[in-house]
C-alpha cells in the first residue's frame, strides 16, 4: 500500500509559481507511474488530468492546459514527484492531487490506484 502525502500548496497572484511536492512511503516508488490531478470546488467540476511521469525514464504527458506552463518531475532516491506551476492563472484554482498507477502514465483518474489527501491551490486577479 502506498502512501501519498503532498505539499506546497497556497495562495498566490496571477503570474506567480509554485511548486508542488508529493511524498510516497510504504511501497517502492520507482515501481509507479505517478500522476497529477486537480478538482475545483465549482459545482459538476470533475477530477482533471494535470501531468503524469512514468517510473524510471520519466517519460511525461500533460493536460492541454499544462503544456508550457507546469512540469512534472520525479525523484525516485527520494520518492518525491513534483510540480512546477509557472504563470498561474485564477482558473488554475483548484485542489491538487497526486496519484501513484501501475499502468503506463495514463490521463484516466481511474487508472490510479493511490491517492494522495490534495493540496489547495488559490490564484487570485
Known amino acids: 500500500q502506498v502512501q501519498l502525502v503532498e505539499s506546497g500548496g497556497g495562495l498566490v497572484q496571477a503570474g506567480d509559481s509554485l511548486r508542488l511536492s508529493c511524498r510516497a512511503s510504504?511501497?517502492?516508488?520507482?515501481?509507479?507511474?505517478m500522476g497529477w490531478f486537480r478538482q475545483a470546488q465549482a459545482p459538476g467540476k470533475e477530477r482533471e488530468f494535470v501531468?503524469?511521469?512514468?517510473?524510471?525514464?520519466?517519460?511525461?504527458q500533460y493536460g492541454d492546459f499544462a503544456q508550457g506552463r507546469f512540469t512534472i518531475s520525479r525523484d525516485n532516491a527520494k520518492n518525491t514527484v513534483f510540480l512546477q506551476m509557472n504563470s498561474l492563472k485564477p482558473e488554475d484554482t483548484a485542489a491538487y492531487y497526486c496519484?501513484?498507477?501501475?499502468?503506463?502514465?495514463?490521463?484516466?483518474?481511474?487508472?490510479?490506484?493511490?491517492w494522495g489527501q490534495g493540496t489547495q491551490v488559490t490564484v487570485s486577479s
Open positions: 510504504g511501497g517502492t516508488f520507482s515501481r509507479y507511474g
Open positions: 501531468a503524469a511521469i512514468s517510473r524510471i525514464a520519466g517519460i511525461t
Open positions: 496519484a501513484a498507477t501501475t499502468q503506463f502514465i495514463p490521463s484516466s483518474h481511474e487508472e490510479y490506484a493511490y
